[in-house]
């Protein structure tokens, strides 16, 4: 049984930073993909960032320049350093792992901008 687990979320100012972290856990793949994906209230869920196994990366176009998304040395962690907050960031932020054949997602974690 595969868990991810969030956290680093919270209340920030307009223009501060959050680094968001999410552990995995259970038989994972070893060639996968982990990623970031948020939703806003209101709104779809929509992606953030996602990194394969080899680091490679994929940003939303809107998002490029201002998160950063990493994995840790252990390759069940990945990060998403968020920098230059606005108040439209605000959303539940989820991690996402794609270890094929199955998708799994963490339960999410609030990030409020205020402005």
């Known amino acids: 049984q595969v868990q991810l687990v969030e956290s680093g979320g919270g209340l920030v100012q307009a223009g501060g930073s959050l680094r968001l972290s999410c552990t995995a856990s259970?038989?994972?793949?070893?060639?996968?993909?982990m990623g970031w994906y948020r939703q806003a209230p209101g709104k779809q869920r929509e992606l953030v960032a996602i990194?394969?196994?080899?680091?490679?990366?994929t940003y939303a176009d809107s998002l490029k320049g201002r998160f950063t998304i990493s994995r840790g040395n252990a390759k069940n962690m990945v990060y998403l350093q968020m920098n230059s907050l606005k108040p439209e960031d605000t959303a539940v932020y989820y991690c996402n792992l794609q270890s094929r054949p199955s998708t799994y997602w963490g339960k999410g974690i609030l990030v409020t901008v205020s402005s």
């Open positions: 259970g038989s994972i793949f070893i060639f996968n993909v």
């Open positions: 990194i394969t196994s080899g680091g490679t990366t």
